[in-house]
């Protein structure tokens, strides 16, 4: 995690922290805004303006939105933020003060927060995707992890925006986590609560007049609220939403490897679903050690011949983050904090579409892959019943200064 950031999962002690920080903590490092035009301001390095980043939000917490409780709310409620991405913002980072009170020239800040009704909340994304062409007519669901509060998981998908260059329609999923590092038990139960709605916004964006692919990126303790969402819309009968779901990103999955299997049996029929693992993330080592030692498949040794055979079957692509540079001490925010991968994220979900270009049955696309774009007689993906650890490709400047 960045220097000088305020690391909410740690607490008081540095020790406790090491040995009990699980799941989605978050790793965090807002004066006048340009005005807001489409999701992201078209501000420039060179005009040192912040960028505002509107974000829509269906939120399963209670309606105090600090609250820690872990009550989950009866109904889902649904608003719209701006959110400040400072000038010189360095990708990968959640600019944050640790003494100073924040500022929109040095921080990353939510700037306004309205709370819409469910019909406005429908009515305004169909506004948004409305006459807007390619993947700018895309919606990208963000759904965070354990020991995340209301402002952390806001502050995370603008930078993920911000960062990858996404240009299509942002919209946070945020279930009730106490925010508490002793509370991954009833953080659990508070995902499983939330199933149902998540599900159910996944179809309500899906069947937006307009609307393009609706992609799914989960993080942590998110990736398996994400997948049983996506596992009752296929036991529903629209495992595709419809033709509309797009890439499923699963960063440092705290999901049992059986569970992921079984998950997999009816999502991977029709999904395309892509996981970052690292070895090297030590908060998902501790989710093992409370689980009973059962593997965590955002932790899978890629190099170990039984993981591979574990993972031959199944319809999904594989990145090794173990490597990779990466501010964050725990090694499990790397998806979204090392640039390089953060970059490559948005530059997949800029591809053009390719449902005029289906893939053969037990296939998956990769989704950080320089050619998956290209000429129509690229090299095919491996066969099932292989498994690559997928090498990251150099991107590109963040398209977004």
Request: hydrophobic share 40%; with cysteine.
């Amino acid at each position: 995690m960045e220097g000088g950031s305020r690391l909410r999962c740690l607490g008081a002690a540095i020790s406790v922290a090491a040995s009990l920080a699980v799941g989605g903590c978050s790793s965090v490092s807002m004066d006048s805004l340009t005005s807001v035009t489409g999701m992201v301001s078209p501000a420039s390095a060179a005009s040192a303006q912040p960028r505002a980043v509107q974000i829509y939000v269906a939120s399963t917490r209670k309606a105090s939105r600090d609250d820690d409780t872990g009550e989950t709310a009866r109904t889902t409620h649904y608003s719209l933020s701006t959110v400040s991405i400072p000038p010189g913002h360095e990708p990968g980072v959640i600019e944050r003060p640790s003494i100073t009170s924040e500022s929109r020239n040095r921080h990353v800040v939510v700037t306004s927060d309205k709370r819409i009704d469910p019909a406005t909340f429908q009515q305004n994304i169909a506004v948004q995707v409305s006459g807007r062409v390619g993947t700018s007519r895309d919606v990208l669901v963000f759904v965070h992890g354990f020991n995340v509060n209301y402002d952390e998981a806001r502050w995370r998908l603008a930078q993920i925006v911000a960062d990858g260059g996404f240009t299509g329609v942002p919209v946070l999923f945020t279930w009730p986590s106490r925010n508490k590092i002793l509370a991954y038990g009833s953080d659990r139960e508070s995902a499983t609560a939330s199933r149902d709605p998540l599900e159910k916004l996944l179809q309500d964006l899906a069947a937006t007049p307009g609307v393009g692919r609706v992609h799914v990126i989960a993080h942590s303790m998110g990736t398996w609220l994400a997948m049983e969402a996506l596992r009752q819309a296929a036991l529903s009968g629209h495992g595709d939403l419809n033709g509309h779901l797009g890439e499923v990103m699963l960063a440092a999955p705290d999901i049992d490897l059986d569970v992921f299997r079984a998950q997999m049996a009816y999502v991977g029929k029709s999904t395309r679903v892509s996981v970052f693992t690292s070895t090297e993330d030590r908060a998902l080592s501790v989710s093992r050690t409370l689980a009973g030692n059962r593997t965590r498949v955002g932790a899978l040794d890629l190099n170990d011949p039984r993981t591979r055979d574990a993972l031959a079957s199944l319809n999904v692509r594989v990145y090794d983050l173990s490597n990779m540079a990466s501010g964050d001490m725990f090694r499990h925010g790397t998806f979204a904090e090392a640039p390089t991968v953060v970059r490559s994220i948005g530059q997949q979900l800029a591809e053009p579409r390719q449902q005029d270009k289906p893939e053969a049955a037990g296939q998956a696309q990769s989704f950080i892959d320089p050619q998956a774009a290209e000429a129509a007689n690229a090299p095919p993906p491996p066969p099932a019943g292989s498994v690559t650890a997928q090498p990251l490709p150099d991107a590109p400047p963040s398209p977004v200064n």
